[in-house]
């Protein structure tokens, strides 16, 4: 039985995405401060669609060409020539219904754009936002799984790897898991699922910190509620809509 | 205060290496199983020297012209062309002692030679048989230090993080540590601490499955074992030395 299931590994950072055959897998994309987050709230709440994109250049360009809403961040904060930032709590029904969003974030659209790169099979998003959206989709595919983390300008973060233990945790019967990557994520997740707030705040996560120092802790509670927006984001044809 | 401690960072893959600067740095070089448990052994046993090199064609060419033990794997296994594994149990005093021992291994001296060309400041090698010797060695440091995991063909370990851990939970005080993937290692370790084998055993580590597939089982816990060969190996001038 076990050898007809498909696989699962974790890539704890762009830097080791190589490592692993995106071509025969859908990959999921997690950013969980902020990207994949807010991508989720924003589809929840009934953005048409979302055009990711790889730089602040690309997004005001498009910007000029369609009728949008240009968003994104570099290092945390609101990037230079865009309107709106990153965070999810911008993206509520009565601002985003009915409308494109275009973003670019420091990491999480830069992976799906290296993903893409990679020929990947299919592409969609997580984040605990959408966490039971995400993993009753997994449970069904046939395709391998790669959960890969956005991580901070390539270096491994917590809380995205929580996301994916989240994942493992919940997927784990239904896939052959040779990885220790995500035996860790599993790990990790399940000695901070009571308190996920409380263990990155005590763990010093850096990424945590950098967020506090914007004045974003509220942003960071509601990164870390399941379900809160429980769309699948699916990605295709240049866009993310939901599946 | 804290901003006066040196900084500490883990890198969990040679693939991440390059996002820490090792030139201002004591590197770790980490590779639990098994070279540089192997490595450890011998010089506890009493090897001359260590030369580590990253080719098995170099082992074979300094096999000819000095008077040495030539030794390592590819895959888990001899190498063909050598004489000696990578076993740490195959080096006891009787068989090693004022010898000169020539290694090749998969993924640590591959890992060293990386630190090398990234122009590290000082390098030495870590695993649980010499946990005392590096924590003891780490807390004098008044240099940046990098725990460097050698991983599985640049994927990312259980046991080297595990490690990784270890050091951080005995040495954090004496370092400004704002490195998640620090934090991670040290969650694990405590959460493995009390039955290293049993978890990785339970966590099905693909390197444990490997080892035990070609009937390594003494090698991985006697790897696991705190001490059993307490000599701090330093690299100087193409060597690994006792300090």
Same mark, same amino acid.
């Given at each position: %039985?076990?050898?007809?299931?498909? &696989?699962?590994?974790?890539?704890?950072?762009?830097?080791?995405? #190589?490592?692993?055959?995106?071509? @025969?897998?859908?990959?999921?994309?997690?950013?969980?401060?902020?990207?994949? &987050?807010?991508?989720?709230?924003?589809?929840?709440?009934?953005?048409?669609?979302?055009?990711?994109?790889?730089?602040?250049? +690309?997004? *005001?360009? =498009?910007?000029? @060409?369609?009728?949008? $809403?240009?968003?994104?961040?570099?290092?945390?904060?609101?990037?230079?020539?865009?309107?709106?930032?990153?965070?999810?709590?911008?993206?509520?029904?009565?601002?985003?219904?009915? +409308?494109?969003?275009?973003?670019?974030?420091?990491?999480?659209?830069?992976?799906?754009? %290296?993903?893409?790169?990679?020929?990947?099979?299919? *592409?969609?998003?997580?984040?605990?936002?959408?966490?039971?959206?995400?993993?009753?989709?997994? $449970?069904?595919?046939?395709?391998?799984?790669?959960?890969?983390?956005?991580?901070?300008?390539?270096?491994?973060?917590?809380?995205?790897?929580?996301?994916?233990?989240?994942?493992?945790?919940?997927?784990?019967?239904?896939?052959?898991?040779?990885?220790?990557?995500?035996?860790?994520?599993?790990?990790?997740?399940?000695?901070?699922? #009571?308190? %996920?707030?409380?263990?990155?705040?005590?763990?010093?996560?850096? #990424?945590?910190?950098? =967020? %506090?120092?914007?004045?974003?802790?509220?942003?960071?509670?509601?990164?870390?509620?399941?379900?809160?927006?429980?769309?699948?984001?699916?990605?295709?044809?240049?866009?993310?809509?939901?599946?």
């Amino acid at each position: %039985m076990a050898d007809t299931k498909p &696989s699962l590994h974790t890539s704890m950072s762009p830097a080791l995405l #190589h490592l692993y055959d995106a071509a @025969q897998a859908t990959v999921v994309i997690i950013d969980v401060l902020r990207a994949t &987050s807010t991508i989720a709230t924003a589809l929840y709440n009934g953005a048409r669609y979302i055009i990711p994109v790889d730089s602040v250049a +690309k997004c *005001i360009e =498009l910007g000029r @060409q369609i009728n949008c $809403i240009t968003a994104g961040e570099r290092d945390g904060r609101i990037a230079e020539g865009l309107l709106h930032g990153n965070s999810p709590l911008e993206y509520t029904r009565e601002f985003i219904e009915g +409308k494109i969003l275009v973003l670019t974030t420091t990491n999480g659209t830069r992976l799906l754009h %290296m993903a893409l790169d990679k020929g990947a099979r299919e *592409i969609i998003t997580g984040s605990f936002a959408n966490l039971t959206a995400v993993s009753n989709y997994l $449970i069904n595919q046939t395709n391998n799984i790669i959960l890969a983390c956005a991580a901070w300008k390539d270096r491994v973060n917590i809380e995205d790897l929580l996301f994916a233990g989240a994942l493992v945790e919940r997927v784990k019967e239904h896939f052959s898991i040779s990885c220790d990557a995500s035996h860790i994520a599993q790990t990790l997740y399940k000695k901070a699922a #009571h308190d %996920m707030y409380g263990f990155i705040k005590s763990n010093n996560a850096s #990424h945590y910190n950098r =967020l %506090m120092n914007y004045g974003f802790e509220k942003d960071i509670r509601y990164c870390l509620e399941p379900d809160l927006a429980n769309v699948l984001p699916i990605y295709e044809n240049g866009k993310l809509c939901v599946y």
